[in-house]
């Protein structure tokens, strides 16, 4: 069996009267593969989703057609627009410790959100309406929706035992803003104010009122904020003036009462004159120094450098050169004994020392000074050393009465920078009250719309479209996916798992699709007949080895009713009688026989009169059909307990008579599902067809009953597919007759 779909071969020689006849044979393993590789593919996608398309356009058409009826039928709405330009103000009178102008908000962005946020505030909007006189054109109180809030909240009411409110809450304002539009645009400083109603001059109205009073409401609120920050700054520079004056008062009263004398409002007394003796000290130490150093230097020094400044010894060495001069000159002329020359230099001798006694005089004269200005520098540095020791004595007596003197000082050093901070601030909110520039400027007002804004026929129209087919899509995938009834060849196969398929059975539109196509002669022009004669061939391949070379003995049957097992097992029937093989079907569905009137048969005498004992001939059941080779036998009476019949020893007594008889015998057997007759008539033909519909059967009844007939160890040999709808099986499987020109020996067959 398992080798079957390996080795079988796509040609079969079918003997039929001694005549040849080759019957192309297509096995359903050529249509699995596809079916499970196109499962996910786009094809079988449009294949399913083609099945529900009355679902789909149905639901795109409803949608379509609401959102045309509510398009036509909405008044014509308007929309006006105006344009603002909102600067960020660059400073923000704040009461912080700090001076510095801050922006509050923090960001641009921040600040964009808080004039969006004003724009559509109840404030505004409460001026606007007041302003124009329009508070009863946006009253919904008769609406709908308000009597449904009325009621929730009288519910809600009565439930909580809460006396009813006399208040009427308006909704005036919220109507308002529901037709108002605010958008800032990006990266710039525009705002754009748009407002949609059926009164286009109303809308233009609207926003230019509504542009004016943001404008005046932004200076009211600066005003606001800068009367209230004045107001508290006030108050503040109150008490910080009053706590300056009292730090003032206690530090005054604690230098008067410890008797500390401050010089330029910081400074002790005591301190003062340590600084001043420093000071003198440092010059009358460097003074002392000065003097030392000339002195030292007198000393080392000739005195030349002294002697070269005294006008006196200047004239004697000016006569003491002339002199010698007049000398040099007259030696020339006369020997130095002469008494002229003796005389000259005598002279000089008497100048010489004259000047180096007018030198001495005055060297000795310059030290005496120079030493007398040392030791007066030296004592004065000593006096000086003296007092600076005893006022630094006074000054560190003084300390401890500091303390409490630099405590206060320093209180009031806060008091007046808190109280000038503060007074700075003042002032600065008096530049800002007096400036009267707005923030915004109105860029473009509002002209009356000419041409409505809502509704856009066309898009709507377009959305309405596009929605439809998108929910329509939904509603069929969902469908799709909630649908247990089985949809493809590979549905079958992962519901049946190792069971083989034996066939595919197209679906046939309009009465043909219940009637026995293969009684009515279509030999060359139906895939119907085909695809029977595949499934034939299948058979007899996959029919039990024990019956090998004996008369095929199969029960044809299926989950539920209606799902094409009666038709099934007599165009079966119908195909292998064309083989010229003896073939005998059998009725056994004796609670809803169907068969005979397929035939064209009576059912008079059937399978329930002979398990009753009512014939002992089994041949006065047998009845011809129109088709040679083929023999049946119809249910007969009808009676209480067909499973108990078929249990009986009658029924295997039937089944052994009639195989010496015929060499095929089919069985249509009842269903599966809530009855035992087909498990007891599987069991004792050895052979069961299981047939299930497309599109009908449900998974779940398909899996329960192979697994019942598993359970009664029937041999399920394989499984058919009926009512297959997809044009991929119907036309290319089993239309190619079509494109091939009758034989007259195969239409001979066909209507014998």
Sequence with gaps: MENYYANQSKSLEVRSAGNAQVVEYIPIEDVAPRAQAEEFGFGELWRRLMQRKWLLLGIALATFLLTAVFTFLSPDVYRATT?????????????????EPA?????????????????????????????LNIADRFEDNDSLRARVYAWLAEFKQRVSGSEQSQEVQSNVGENFRRNLNIQAVEDSQIFKISYDHTDP???????????????????????????NTKETLDGKLKEAKLKLENSERELVAYAKKQGIITLDGDRSSASGVLDSLNLALTDATSARIAAEASLNRSQNVAGADRTLENPAIQRLKEELARVQAEYRDKSSLFKANFPEMQQLQARINELTKEVQRESSSIDRTARSKLQ?????????????????????????????????YLTLQREVEADRTNYESLLARLNE???????????????????????????????????????????????????????????????????????????????????????????RG????????????????????????????????????????????????????????????KVLLIDCDMRHPEAHNKL???????????????????????????????????AGSAVPNPTELLAGERFTELLSEVEGMFDHIILDGPPVMGLADALIISNRTGNTVFVSAYGQTRKRNLKDAVGRLHQAQCNIIGTVLTKMKSPEVSNKYYGYPNRYPRSSQTAMVATQ
Excluded: C, H
């Design 600 to 634: 064209g048969l009576e059912n008079r005498l059937g399978v329930s009169d002979y398990l009753l004992g009512e014939k002992e001939n089994i041949a006065e059941l047998i009845q011809e059909t129109t088709v040679q080779n083929l023999s049946a036998i119809s």
């Design 201 to 227: 001059k109303l809308t233009a109205d609207i926003v230019n009122t509504l542009a004016a009073n943001y404008k005046q409401m932004s200076l009211n609120l600066r005003n606001e904020a800068v009367s």
């Design 103 to 131: 922006r509050a908000p923090r960001s641009e962005r921040e600040f964009y959100q808080t004039q969006t946020e004003l724009l559509g505030s109840e404030r505004l909007t409460s001026e606007t309406i007041k302003a």
């Design 372 to 404: 007398a200005e040392y030791e007066a520098a030296k004592q004065r540095e000593s006096e000086l050393k003296g007092e600076v020791k005893k006022q630094e004595a006074v000054l560190m007596g003084n300390r401890d009465k500091s303390a409490g």
């Design 83 to 99: 344009t603002l330009q909102v600067t960020p103000e660059e400073a923000r009178v704040s009461l912080g410790d700090r001076a």
């Design 429 to 519: 909110i008096g530049r800002v009250a007096d400036s009267s520039a707005s923030n915004v400027a109105i860029v473009d007002e509002a002209s009356v719309p000419t041409r409505p804004f809502a509704p856009n026929i066309p898009l709507n129209l377009v959305m309405g479209a596009a929605l439809g087919l998108l929910l329509g899509l939904l509603a069929a995938i969902m469908a799709e996916i909630m649908d247990d009834r089985l949809r493809s060849v590979e549905d079958m196969r992962r519901a049946l798992g190792s069971v083989p398929l034996l066939g595919v059975i197209p679906y046939i539109s309009g009465r043909n699709n219940k009637n026995v196509l293969a009684l």
């Design 522 to 581: 279509q030999v060359g022009s139906s895939f119907m007949l085909e695809a029977f004669r595949s499934l034939r061939e299948n058979i007899l391949m996959m029919k039990a080895p024990s019956q090998q070379g004996l008369a095929l003995i199969m029960n044809v049957t299926s989950p539920s009713p209606s799902e094409g097992k009666t038709t099934t097992a007599v165009n079966l029937a119908t195909v292998f009688a064309y083989t010229g093989k």
